[in-house]
Each structure stands twice: as C-alpha cells, then as structure tokens.
C-alpha cells in the first residue's frame, strides 16, 4: 500500500471529505496477524466474542469443511485487526495462528 | 526623525501597544482571562469592544485552557482571533499550544513574560515563554513598546501566511507596565496590509471538513514534518512580512538586531527588553575602556534565525549568551545558549561561548553587571554556566 507524503497531505490533519472514515485503515500498526485455519475451527465463537476491535466477521453460508457441513464461518476484516493476538490465544482448537505481516 | 502627519503619537505600555496593535488588526474573537502581567492587555481590548471601537466577539473564559481553546475554535471557523497569557497561564494552556499548532491555526497571542512558581513570582523572567518553545508556534520577542506594537501586527500577516500560531513576547512589567511613545498607524493602512485570505479549511457547515481527526502511526509522522517544514519556511516568510510592513509603515526590525557590531570582538547574545538595553549599554561602556563590544539580540526566537545569528557573530573573538530563563538539568541551563552552541556546532562555527544566566525572577541586572561579561570574555574562555546575580 503507497500512503501519500508529508507535503501531498492536507494541512493539519484535515479530513476534507465526509465519510472517509469507511475507507481509514486502523490497523498500520500491526506486526502480526491472526489466520483462521478453518479445518480446525468448532465454531465457538469465543474469536468472535473477544476481539476487542469487532473485527471479526461472522459469514453465513454453507460450508463443507472436511467431513462437516457449517451454517457459518468466521473472517477476519485486516482493514481494522490491530493484531493483538486476543483471539489466537482465546480459541479453544488453536485454529488461529499469528503470522508476521510482511514488512 | 521626520513624523508623518497621519501617525499618531502616544504614550502606551507595552501591554497597551498589543490592544491597540489587536484593534487595528480588526480582530474578530478575543478570548480574555486575567493573569498579572497580562491583565491590562484584555482590559483595554474589553473597553475597545464596549465602546463599539472594535467590532469583536469578547469570551470570558474561566482559564487560560478555555482560552486557547476557545480561540482555537474560533479559529478554526475561520475568524481573526487573539489571546493573551503569562506564566502559570501559559503553563495551563500548553496542552492546548500543540493543538493550535498541530491544526495550523493562525492564532496570535500576546505573552509579557513572568517567571513561573514555585515559589510564586510575579515578576519578570523568561521561564514561561522558553518552555513554549518547541510547540510548534513562532515565537516573536520584542524589546520595545513600539515593537511590541509592530510584531502584533506583523504578527497575523506571518501568522495567516504560514498557517502557524504565534506567540509575541516581552518583558513582564519591565516593559508591560512601563510607558513608552508609541507611533500608531492609521487603522485603515493597517487593514490594507492585514487584508482577509481565505484558508483552505475553515469549519462550514457547506464544506464540511473534520479537524483535529485521529492519526494513526501510519499518518502521524508524516502531518508533524509537515509544520518543520512550516516552521523552516516561516523563517524566510518572517523577514518579507518585516521588510513589507517597513516599506509600508517605515519601521523594521529584521529577525536579528545587531548594536555595534561591524567590528566587536566581544559579544552579548540576548533576548527581549531589560537585557538588550542593559547590554547595549554595558557595550558603549565597554568600547569607552577601550573593549570593542557589541550585542546580538534574538528577536525572532522560533523558528531560530540561525544563518542570521552565525553571520552576526562570524567576526567575534568570543561571545556571552545571556538567558534569562533556567531550563535544568541540560548540558547547559540557558536555553538561547544551547541554541546558540547547536547552531554554531551544525555549521563548524568553533568561537568561546560562555552561558550567563541573569535576571531570574527580575533580579536586578546592573550595566556594570554585563559590563563585567566583556571583561571575563576578554581574559579567556570559560566553560561553566555563570549565575550572574545570585548569591552563592
Ligand atoms: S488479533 Fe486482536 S484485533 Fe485482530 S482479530 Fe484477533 S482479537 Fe481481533
Ligand atoms: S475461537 Fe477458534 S474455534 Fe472458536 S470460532 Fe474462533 S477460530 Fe473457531
């Protein structure tokens, strides 16, 4: 991703247009990020319960998954997952790994 | 001096100069609490608006926090603002001074300077200002009322041009309270060279803009090199703004002042009223005993002039950097002196300099005083702070 430099940017920090808050990426400052392995994933939903961003999605659909079929999965939005790692440690399976970003 | 018929002539402190300096200027929202020295400022500026001379909003405020940043506000709709503090004021208001600065508002504020507490002191020193001094503002400081009357002025043209908040100061009480002959411009000449550009964001309810928004580390760095890069240009903007309003009003300052100093030897380097005049003094009392002396007065402080320093003290066997604020616990306690010496040290420039500090919460500073600054510089280098004044 190219941000713009420090002299195409407006003065000060303003925001010139309305509802580009969408679009504002919180999650820069992420080292390392969580991947759901989904073969290993009960679908607790303790992931979904604990990330402190609201950041992981709740997908419906159906998915066949190995032998099982799933009414729902879970996602990650990496526009806003901080990578703090609350959800790796958290589930119960380990189907999420911390993997580093690449720099 | 030949006094054009149209300028008035009248006798103003210091702090009066800067109210009649903000009407001219037609200022739109002054914020007003009152803190000794400064009171007198917004008690003039108060009177100008209740007998309908100046057409502006007057906030009463409940501190110096609500001030700034009820200025802030205002300026960020777009309004000519003005705001005026000391000391523990200031201090109050410093959280508020990296917003000011941060949004690029070209908010002007006036700062007779007070040394800070504890112990309480409402007297004179510096203390207040130099911890204001890397916030981000353009820091102006005045050795005259007439001066003080002038940077007010020059004051918002650089201010609006630069998109920077700037700071005018000059000695508490010393010249705050203490009358001088001031020439006033005519007001309408002075709305000329002050004329209305629009900014590029101002808060619109038509355009809607978001200020002050959250950056993350992905955008934060970026928008603080950003006001370097204000600062830095600020310093060129300073000298036009100052050459212009000479050609227009006949009275220039430069950002650097030097008295005698084609041929000094010696050097006093200094800031604001009490120091410069009393150097300047202790100068002609020196070349009386046969010491080529002279005096360097910084009187734009932020961003600091340093070609306009290094080139006035080039031809110097030896230099004084007189302070008048502590900043402890550094290599050296002077702040101007660490200035100074970062300055010299960039460029290579290798010259005896020695810190004096001096004048601490208005300890009397006798000519003979800074005299005897000429006379240590001419037996040879001395590397220790000097604490010229104390009792030790
Ligand atoms: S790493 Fe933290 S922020 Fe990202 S999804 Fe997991 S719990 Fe949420
Ligand atoms: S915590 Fe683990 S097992 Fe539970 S839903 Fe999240 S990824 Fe699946």
């Known amino acids: 991703m190219s941000l713009p430099k420090a002299t195409e940017l407006p003065i000060g920090a303003v925001v010139t247009e309305p509802g580009s808050t969408r679009r504002y990426s919180t999650a820069g400052w992420r080292t390392l990020k969580p991947v759901i392995h989904d073969d290993r994933c009960v679908r607790c939903q303790l992931c979904w319960l604990y990330c402190p961003e609201g950041t992981i999605a709740e997908v419906r659909g159906v998915f066949k998954v190995g032998g099982k079929t799933y009414d729902v999965k879970y996602e990650i939005i990496y526009d806003h997952c901080k990578g703090c790692g609350i959800c790796a440690n958290e589930c119960p399976t380990k189907a999420i790994e911390m993997v580093p970003e690449a720099p | ?392």
């Open chain 2, 1 to 392: 001096m030949q006094i054009q018929k149209t300028r008035k002539i009248e006798a103003l402190t210091s702090n009066y100069a800067v109210a009649y300096a903000v009407k001219a200027a037609d200022v739109d929202v002054i914020a007003v609490y009152p803190i000794t020295p400064q009171t007198t400022i917004v008690e003039k500026l108060s009177e100008f608006v209740a007998n309908g001379e100046l057409n502006a909003e007057l906030i009463h405020v409940e501190s110096e926090h609500s001030a700034l940043s009820a200025v802030v506000g205002a300026s960020a709709a777009g309004a000519r603002v003005f705001t005026a503090t000391s000391s523990q004021g200031l201090e109050l208001a410093h959280e508020v001074l990296h917003i000011a600065s941060g949004m690029r508002l070209p908010i002007v504020m006036a700062v007779p300077t007070r040394a800070v507490s504890a112990p309480i002191s409402i007297h004179n020193d510096y203390g207040d200002v130099m911890n204001a001094r890397d916030v981000g503002w353009v820091i102006y400081i005045a050795a005259s009322a007439q001066e003080v009357y002038d940077t007010v002025i020059q004051a918002y043209r650089l201010a609006e041009r630069a998109l920077l908040p700037v700071i005018v100061a000059y000695d508490g009480f010393l010249m705050s309270h203490t009358v001088e002959p001031v020439e006033l411009n005519d007001e309408e000449e002075v709305r000329k060279f002050l004329p209305r550009t629009p900014r590029p964001y101002t808060l619109n309810p038509r355009r809607p803009v978001t200020m002050g928004p959250l950056a993350s580390p992905d955008w934060y760095y970026e928008f603080k090199y950003q006001q370097v890069l204000a600062l830095q240009e600020a310093y060129k903007i300073a000298k036009d703004v100052d050459a212009e309003y000479s050609r227009a009003f006949g009275r220039g300052y430069g950002v650097v002042e030097a008295y005698r100093m084609e041929d000094a030897d010696y050097a006093i380097v200094t800031y604001g009223g009490a120091a410069y005049g009393n150097a300047k003094a202790a100068a002609d009392l020196a070349r009386e005993r046969g010491i080529a002396a002279g005096v360097v007065r910084i009187r734009l402080y932020r961003p600091f002039p340093t070609a306009d320093v290094l080139k006035a003290i080039s031809g110097v066997k030896a230099l004084a950097v007189l302070d008048r604020a502590i900043m402890f616990g550094g290599p050296a306690e002077g702040p101007l002196y660490r200035d100074v010496a970062t300055a010299m040290y960039m460029s290579g420039l290798d010259k005896p300099a020695v810190n004096v500090i001096h004048g601490i919460g208005q300890r009397t500073m006798y000519v003979e005083d800074l005299y005897k600054i000429y006379t240590m510089l001419r037996e040879g280098p001395r590397k220790e702070v000097v604490f010229m004044g104390v009792r030790i």
